[in-house]
């Protein structure tokens, strides 16, 4: 068995068994996966209240609607099927929208510009494309549950308290007035603490390699994930 042989497109075809543990693992994947989902809606245009409602909704059809039952690993990436998906969801809810008195169920507007105005940097509507959007916080999802797995490896090992030190320059080299501030904190030597930080930041990009490969099924498709994390990071990450 190799790696590609329970990534998160396994997790989707083996949901359609539909047993309890196979919706447990789709529901896992819904709730991993939804900032992407929530910055994609929000850069369309939709309003804060609205793009939560659209991305609850969106999950809770794609479960109960079986959206999964149509995947197929062969016709691409588990990002790019679960885009599609959503675009295709926002079509239907708009149309539906539409053909609802008074928006229905679901308020449907745009942002306008006193909304946009009041939105933190990176979240505008107009600073970014959707796909983008999506692309840079699926990018960021992942390199948080690398993140996470990094951590819960160090708490295992008796050594959280110095991963909580130096877990900010896992993202970024630091420089050498930051390496004796933290070292001198640790009690530890300047050589030790970046022998130390070089090894977390090598186990960091293999924990993103293999956050990427479980929303791949070749090995092919896991080199492009990473080139294309790279690209839109504009970081060495993986």
Avoid at 19 to 25: M, P, V
Avoid at 64 to 79: K, L, T
Avoid at 89 to 100: T, V, Y
């Amino acid at each position: 068995m190799t790696r590609f042989d329970t990534t998160r497109w396994s997790m989707v075809l083996q949901a359609r068994d539909g047993t309890a543990q196979a919706r447990s693992a789709l529901e896992t994947l819904c709730r991993t996966y939804r900032p992407p989902v929530l910055a994609y809606i929000r850069h369309r245009g939709y309003s804060a209240e609205t793009a939560e409602d659209l991305a609850q909704t969106f999950f809770v059809r794609f479960l109960e609607d079986e959206y999964h039952a149509d995947a197929d690993p062969g016709r691409g990436r588990f990002r790019n099927f679960l885009l599609t998906a959503l675009k295709r969801f926002l079509i239907d809810a708009d149309e539906e929208a539409h053909a609802i008195k008074r928006g229905g169920r679901i308020r449907f507007h745009s942002l306008d510009h006193d909304e946009v105005g009041s939105l933190p940097p990176g979240n505008l509507a107009d600073a970014e494309t959707p796909e983008h959007a999506f692309e840079r916080t699926w990018a960021i999802t992942l390199i948080q549950a690398a993140m996470k797995r990094l951590r819960a490896e160090a708490v295992r090992a008796g050594r959280q308290e110095l991963f909580e030190h130096l877990s900010e320059f896992l993202a970024e080299r630091p420089d050498e007035a930051e390496y004796a501030r933290v070292a001198g904190a640790l009690n530890l030597r300047r050589n030790t603490l970046a022998v130390t930080v070089h090894r977390l930041r090598h186990r960091l990009r293999e924990l993103i390699r293999d956050e990427l490969a479980q929303t791949t099924a070749n090995a092919a498709e896991l080199e492009s994930e990473i080139r294309d994390m790279r690209s839109v990071l504009g970081e060495n990450i993986a």
